[in-house]
């Protein structure tokens, strides 16, 4: 079975611009999670949407959103960017929301602003 | 949801031997702990999940819970060098997982 799928693997921006990642759940999976990792650190929550609700949002400001559609997959949207949003952006996906749920991760889309 | 401490090493072990990581936590409402394995360039793969205090063993993995002293440690045993990779301990809160910074984990063969 196929897991978490993200796309684009890699991604090169600068800063100002606007970027779309996107991710494809595990079969079945209707909750999915953001995070951010930063190289040398562990991942950071963004957001978590369930049944396409925001259920969880992460310290992070309002130039960050996302949104889930009715197939479960999700988008994230960074806009202005800045420097020091270079980092590895990883999708995660469980079953349901709920701290009981263990999440999978995807490899993620690798953003590098210049 | 408050902090997970994790030493960030690097670790480097010869191969066969058993190998501890340990992290601490700080947030006693949550029970729910995973341990993630994370190869250079990939993401995070979940290796082990406990919930509450006790051992839980997979294989040549062992993952342990201290609650009384908020403790949580991976051990490997007749470690490899395809074990060689970030070991990242997490803690699950309401809706999010928090991490540790991870462990950089070297298996000489």
């Known amino acids: 079975d196929a897991g978490v799928t993200q796309s684009p693997t890699h991604l090169i921006k600068t800063r100002g611009q606007h970027v779309t990642l996107r991710c494809s759940p595990i079969?079945?999976?209707?909750?999915v999670s953001w995070y951010q990792q930063v190289l040398g650190q562990g991942p950071q929550f963004i957001f978590q949407?369930?049944?396409?609700?925001?259920?969880g949002r992460g310290n992070f400001p309002d130039r960050f959103s996302a949104r889930q559609f009715p197939n479960y997959s999700s988008e994230l949207n960074v806009n202005a960017l800045l420097l020091g949003d270079s980092a590895l952006y990883l999708c995660?996906?469980?079953?349901?929301?709920?701290?009981?749920?263990?999440?999978?991760f995807g490899d993620g889309t690798r953003l590098s602003i210049l | 949801q408050k902090e997970v401490e994790q030493d960030p090493g690097p670790l480097s072990v010869p191969e066969g031997a058993i190998v501890s990581l340990n992290c601490t936590y700080s947030n006693s409402a949550f029970q729910y702990f995973m341990w993630y394995r994370q190869y250079s360039r990939k993401g995070p793969e979940l290796l082990m999940y406990t919930y509450s205090s006790g051992n839980k063993e997979d294989g040549r993995f062992t993952a342990q819970v201290d609650k009384s002293s908020k403790y949580i440690s991976l051990f490997i045993r007749d470690s490899q060098p395809s074990d060689s990779a970030t070991y990242l301990c997490?803690?699950?809160?309401?809706?999010?997982?928090?991490f540790g910074k991870g462990t950089k984990l070297s298996v000489i063969p």
């Open positions: 997490a803690q699950a809160g309401s809706y999010q997982l928090t």
């Open positions: 079969s079945g999976h209707k909750s």
């Open positions: 949407y369930y049944e396409k609700e925001e259920r």
């Open positions: 995660a996906s469980s079953l349901a929301a709920g701290v009981e749920q263990p999440q999978h």
